[in-house]
């Protein structure tokens, strides 16, 4: 005896219920992660993605402390916050974002493909002369 089947009707309904409920997490993860009002102090932001790699995005150029007066925003929990003074903050969204553009893989992707694009350039000038 094999697994148990289910019936096709059934089977479909279960397979759609599926798609549309990984769609809908999905979407609702990436609106979450992309929210630009979100921002974490120096701590929570250390904490959440540790104290190496912020001080790494920051003295690389990609993160931009806000130690700056914040009219209103919002934090993780929706909780409104006012007017903070002498404390840093990052929002959320351009951690992200520099992590992604400070990839050392990535960046080195990219490294090679432009000096492959220069060697190639560099191929057919030769080629003209």
């Known amino acids: 005896m094999g697994a148990l089947e289910l019936d096709p009707i059934v089977a479909y309904a279960y397979r759609s219920a599926l798609e549309l409920g990984l769609k809908m997490a999905i979407n609702e993860y990436k609106s979450f992660l992309g929210d630009k009002s979100i921002v974490l102090s120096k701590a929570e932001a250390e904490k959440k993605f540790s104290a190496d790699i912020i001080t790494s995005l920051v003295k690389r150029g990609l993160l931009q402390d806000y130690q700056f007066g914040v009219d209103e925003t919002e934090d993780e929990d929706g909780n409104l916050i006012k007017k903070p003074?002498?404390?840093?903050?990052?929002?959320?969204?351009?951690?992200?974002?520099?992590?992604?553009?400070?990839?050392?893989?990535?960046?080195?992707?990219?490294?090679?493909?432009?000096?492959?694009?220069?060697?190639?350039?560099?191929?057919?000038?030769?080629?003209?002369?």
């Open 85 to 129: 003074k002498g404390r840093i903050y990052y929002r959320r969204i351009d951690i992200l974002e520099a992590m992604e553009k400070g990839n050392v893989l990535k960046g080195l992707a990219e490294l090679r493909a432009t000096s492959y694009r220069l060697k190639e350039n560099s191929d057919r000038a030769k080629r003209k002369s």
